[in-house]
């Protein structure tokens, strides 16, 4: 009698699994259709208001039914991602801005350059990929489309694009030449050289990983290399996105980088690094929090994040300062001195809510 009941019920669960499964899908299929209208209207993606509407009924409806609202919040929060990518996704489609246009992504075989080629190829663009990664076919394709594309986005380590540049100044294609190297520096020169070649060169920085689905809350740096046209270009490609979009002069990236790449990815390998060798069978939400984000960074391309470090020449200072921040962390825990670790609390406080 126990197993019948407990077999029924799982049968009502399933059931009421698949059908929260259809109804989640019917909302997203709304969003859809609202994502249209507002399109039609010109109106924004995402409404902040209405996002919040949502979740303050949620959280009400959830208390009525002696659910509790973190439940009900994060299935409404995963709701809402779904739907906003899919109006993303429509909005890349109904923008066509890559129609009957072709783009080549160098390096495109690797995990930023597959995701550039996918939101390319989502917006209309004929699209491949030239890296000796990729395919025979896609490579033949990219090196004839190269001369005449539309854009050309580079997605390779910085000393590559230099490379590149100093070598396409002697025969620049004809399309835009972007790239989107997170360190700036080395590319500067080679930069100034392609334009004097003729060539419209754009910069930018997408501020996210190959993994990022939903561009909402995303920044995305426009560097400024003189060329109002080239950044326009690209500007346009993420407009119909929710991404941020946030112009920096291109001399400055680097130094701001310092802190917003040298300084964090530092501190999280360093953690990563000074972890026990056997694990241990609790875990507290601060250790868990700073052990998930150190497994996906160590996860990441050493080269890439060694050239983040040593190739931006502000990293020094930023390091420096985590180096300082450590001693007196030391310091202040050997001398037993509490008021000297108030002060750190203090020293925290104060840049952090600095940086609200």
Known sequence: MVKRN??????????????????VAERVDLARQAGEIKRQQKLSTVDYAQERTVMERARLVAEEHGLDPRVA????????????????????????????????VVGGAGRMGRWLCRFLAAQGYTTGALDPAAAPEENAWARRAFASAELVLCSTPPATIAKLYTDWAKEPPAGVVVDVASIKTPVIEPIRALQEAGCRVASIHPMFGP?????????IVICDTGDAGAASTVQKLFQPTTANLVHLPLEDHDRIMADLLSLAHAAVI?????????DHPVRSTTFQALESVGAALVRESPDVYYEIQAKNPYSASALERLRVALDRIIAVVTASDVDGFRKLFEDGQRRTLESD
């Open 211 to 219: 993994s990022t689905v939903l561009l909402r809350d995303a920044d």
């Open 270 to 278: 360093a953690f990563a690094t000074a972890l026990p060798p056997t």
């Open 6 to 23: 407990l077999d029924s019920l799982r049968e009502g669960i399933r059931r009421l699994d698949l059908e929260i499964l259809e109804r």
């Open 73 to 104: 919040e994060d299935l409404l929060v995963r709701m809402i991602q779904a739907s906003v990518v899919a109006q993303e996704e429509d909005s890349l489609r109904a923008a066509d801005l890559g129609a009957g246009k072709s783009a080549v």
